[in-house]
């Protein structure tokens, strides 16, 4: 099987849970509604589990944009293999969205709230503030990449890696997963909203494309700070790259925290 293949078939196990868990604790009839955040999280982290299970031997299990651009940045992935990796990531995200769709068809129609529906596939922010937004995004990726090398840095039972790693995004989830739904993956976002977008989905609404480059441009800055915070610490310095990602997520730090003192 082919890395690029390994990635679609990863990313398409966590979007058909990971959908299927939010369309569960939100459409109407369905037996787990309100479940509540709790469930969201443990649920994700079980997603990402059981899609690094899956494909972990073959491309790594990346399933995230921003764990594949982060790692190219440190130097641990040739950046030929990086545009491959992002299509069949957000392929993925398409077909795993789609099949929970299907997974819940009859509930649609009967869920009237269009936010709720939107919400199955994709993220927003619990407050509409998007400098705040952006540097949610950014922070929980930034925690994420600098959590999987740490991760990485230990050796653990064979088969357990990727239960750590699942607690680990169940953790972020339940810490900082309040103000945006954590995201922190491109393909986790763009691909099932662009799944919202072309299904026939009953009363459906927008997709709410304003947003959209929220979870793409925070996940890929946030996690190249990450790993250039973790190379810089752990292993002396880092690139050019590094610096750029490490500038741009505290010049979005200072205008969030600026548009929010005007707010005072």
């Known amino acids: 099987m ?18 299927s868990v939010n ?14 955040w709790i469930i969201t999280t443990i649920g994700w982290g079980l997603s990402v589990t059981f899609g690094i299970y899956a494909v972990g031997s073959i491309s790594g299990a990346h399933i995230n944009p921003a764990v594949t651009t982060s790692l190219a940045l440190a130097g641990e992935l040739e950046w030929s293999l990086v545009p491959g990796y992002i299509i069949a990531q957000v392929l993925g995200g398409i077909f795993g969205a789609t099949l929970a769709w299907l997974q819940y068809l009859p509930h649609w129609g009967k869920t009237e709230d269009q936010g709720a529906k939107l919400g199955v596939f994709c993220t927003s922010g619990a407050i509409d503030q998007k400098g705040a937004n952006l540097v949610s995004e950014m922070l929980g990726t930034m925690i994420l990449i600098i959590g999987l090398m740490m991760i990485g840095a230990n050796e653990f039972t064979e088969g357990l890696n990727p239960l750590v790693v699942g ?19 491109p393909a986790r976002d763009f691909g099932p909203r662009l799944a919202h977008f072309l299904l026939p989905i009953k009363g459906k609404g927008g997709s709410n494309w304003g947003y959209s480059w929220i979870p793409i441009v925070g996940p890929i800055v946030g996690g190249g700070a990450g790993a250039a915070l973790y190379y810089l ?32």
Do not use: D, H, P, R
């Not at 082919?2 to 959908?19: C, P, R, W």
């Open 23 to 36: 369309a569960a604790t939100t459409l109407n009839f369905s037996y787990a509604k309100g479940s509540g």
């Open 167 to 185: 607690g680990l995004i169940t953790l972020i989830g339940m810490a900082q997963g309040g103000s945006t739904g954590y995201a922190i993956n």
């Open 2 to 19: 082919s890395v690029y293949l390994a990635e679609f078939i990863g990313t398409a196990i966590l979007l058909y849970f990971g959908n």
């Open 233 to 264: 610490v752990f292993n002396g310095g880092t690139n050019i790259l590094g610096w750029i990602a490490i500038a741009a997520t505290l010049a979005a730090i200072f205008y969030a925290i600026f548009e929010e003192s005007k707010k005072a």
